[in-house]
Nanobody, 115 residues
């Protein structure tokens, strides 16, 4: 089971940008990678997926503003977040779904967007 470590969170003004990184301790070539977020008092929600093939999917709430990408050579997944809104404030989690292996979660990184 790979270990995942997120980074890149922080405080940003509305309209700003952040790039989150998720570094894996091992290969992610065989894994579908996801970004989730959880706001206070809310359920964790899936916001972006990048499959092994590179195909991406986004939640409607972030479509057109967020971009997920992967660098298999670096065992890293990214989430570029543009045009941030206060409602994007949440803890962001990286998730790996490797073929034939147990899923992994990172510890999360806080993103706070001020109005």
């Amino acid at each position: 089971q790979v270990q995942l470590v997120e980074s890149g969170g922080g405080l940003v003004q509305a309209g700003g940008s952040l790039r989150l990184s998720c570094a894996a301790s091992g290969s992610i070539v065989s894994a579908s990678m996801n970004w989730y977020r959880q706001a206070p008092g809310m359920q964790r929600e899936l916001i972006a997926t990048i499959r092994r093939s590179g195909i991406t999917n986004y939640a409607d709430s972030v479509k057109g503003r967020f971009t997920i990408s992967r660098d298999n050579a670096k065992n890293t997944v990214y989430l570029q977040m543009n045009s941030l809104k206060p409602e994007d404030t949440a803890v962001y989690y990286c998730n790996a779904l490797p073929l034939g292996a147990a899923p992994s979660w990172g510890q999360g990184t806080q993103v706070t967007v001020s109005s």
